[in-house]
């Protein structure tokens, strides 16, 4: 290491530091922010995955890199990168850039802080707080609890093994020894992340009793009343339904007022998956979506999704006052979590997770609340269904485009029908020559970078494409484009 001092380093030098961000921001602002977000440049720039490792030049090696290499590294990770704030990218549940939340991410990473204590996070474990009460009284709860977690995923799996904990607590110290065969119950169209949990909490893929969906993806209640019973008859215990708000294909919201009245009767404890629709709690026109979610134990909300906080923003809120996530989830480990603290140590957060280190998600959401106000994120999601109607409307006006079914939320599923099948609906193979448009179709925009939507068979439909729209940027325009490209793409096939 005697040639140590040789190598590029900007410790103990400022004037360098503030040189290196400046010129850093500068191409995050130009090349992400400006080009990455508008219409006029692509939405990504395809290489195969040999070509891309070969213009990345990813190896580490053992000398350091000059400034001017290190700022060309920034510019090529950019535009190889797909451009998630485009307005012509549909392809996920998360699309757009807010201005505010991006300067909450900024000073986030900035600060570096993990946020299991008040001690190292002060601002941030009050700020968390806040944001989850606002959360909570949307949900229609005047108390409660709540933590942020990594993902809708994470947040779903805690609410499983906080139901199970509040039923069979001494599981937590004696394990699965403890306990008798468990049932859950979640939708056909539930998110594949019940499946996962159930097995990362060890109760197995086979404690998830599927419950039937009817043809416009939301779940029958009266399945899940036989199905409760069908399990007891079987030796198993319920002990949890795993309702969903906004389906990650087809958009459905449960009928959660019928859910909850069977959750009732058979004291199961009742968690909504809104992900993907807790945000239209914020308009008027539209809340009535989620009707009788108030009565929900546990509801998982992602505002990095329809509100466009940014990567990531999941929040799992509990009607709970008792401290089930510390009680559940905490070890009171001795060098983060004294008791005999100079203030209040209730505050700590850090035990009610299963993490240790956890980011701060808060800020960026609460400075975009701040700037936009609950009138401002209203007009978002109002915004939002009228682009995906006005969308649905232009569907119906062309020729070679069919609606999967009439949407209730933001996902507009349908079909493109090339001109050498239109008309040909009757023909024995109609639906396995359809079902391959899709993927030449998706293939040819992203190759192009022109645009990118998701397409995904559906029980015994074939692929069709799902347009998310979701981004707050967009308008009609962005509309038109992708039914005229789509047009364009396909009009040889």
């Not at 939301?218 to 198993?236: H, N, S, W």
């Not at 026109?285 to 009788?292: A, M, P, V």
Request: glycine share 8%; proline share 4%.
């Amino acid at each position: 290491m005697a040639h140590s001092e040789a190598l590029p380093s900007l410790a103990g030098d400022p004037v360098a530091v503030e040189a290196l961000l400046r010129a850093v921001f500068g191409v995050v602002v130009d090349e992400a922010i400006q080009k990455g977000t508008s219409a006029s440049q692509k939405v990504c720039e395809w290489k195969e995955p040999e070509e891309l490792k070969q213009l990345l030049d990813l190896e580490l090696r053992c000398q350091g890199e000059s400034q001017e290499q290190i700022l060309e590294r920034c510019r090529t990770v950019i535009r190889y990168s797909v451009k998630t704030g485009h307005p012509r990218f549909f392809n996920q549940l998360f699309s757009g850039l807010d201005p505010h939340a991006l300067a909450g991410r900024i000073i986030t990473e900035s600060l570096n802080t993990s946020q299991y204590t008040y001690e190292i996070a002060p601002v941030f474990v009050l700020m968390e707080e806040e944001v989850l009460r606002k959360l909570r009284a949307l949900v229609g709860w005047s108390s409660g609890d709540g933590i942020f977690c990594p993902g809708g995923s994470i947040s779903n799996m805690y609410a499983v093994n906080l139901a199970r904990y509040q039923r069979y607590p001494d599981c937590k110290q004696r394990g699965l020894r403890t306990l008798p065969p468990l049932a859950l119950f979640t939708s056909k169209e539930c998110h594949y992340s019940i499946q996962k949990g159930a097995a990362f909490l060890g109760l197995g893929t086979d404690s998830v009793r599927v419950v039937k969906a009817d043809e416009r993806g939301k779940m029958v209640p009266e399945d899940l009343e036989r199905q409760i019973g069908m399990a007891e008859a079987e030796g198993a215990v319920p002990f949890l339904v795993s309702a969903t708000s906004g389906t990650t294909v087809l958009g459905a919201f449960d009928p959660l007022e019928a859910i909850a009245d069977v959750c009732q009767r058979h004291g199961l404890w009742l968690h909504v998956d809104a992900a993907w629709g807790g945000s239209v709690l914020l308009s008027q026109t539209h809340r009535h979506l989620l009707d009788g979610i108030q009565r929900a134990d546990s509801v998982a909300w992602n505002p990095h999704k329809l509100l466009a906080a940014g990567l990531q923003c999941s929040a799992l809120l509990l009607q709970d006052t008792s401290n089930l996530l510390k009680r559940c989830h905490g070890s009171q480990a001795s060098y983060l979590f004294q008791q005999d603290k100079f203030y209040d140590v209730a505050l700590d957060t850090g035990d009610k997770v299963v993490q240790c280190g956890r980011r701060v998600d808060c800020l960026k959401l609460w400075l975009m609340w701040k700037a936009q106000g609950d009138q401002g994120l209203e007009r978002r999601i109002d915004q939002a269904f009228a682009l995906a109607r006005y969308l649905v409307e232009e569907i119906k006006k062309r020729e070679g485009l069919e609606l999967v079914m009439e949407p209730e939320f933001v996902n507009v599923c349908f079909w493109f029908v090339p001109p050498s099948l239109r008309g040909k609906q009757d023909s024995p193979d109609y639906h396995e020559r359809l079902s391959k448009v899709a993927p030449v179709l998706k293939e040819r925009m992203v190759k192009e970078g022109s645009m990118m939507i998701g397409y995904q068979p559906h029980g015994t439909r074939g692929n069709f494409f799902r347009v998310v729209v979701a981004n707050p940027a967009l308008t009609c325009a962005d509309m038109d484009f992708l039914l005229n490209e789509l047009e364009r793409l396909g009009q040889d096939l």
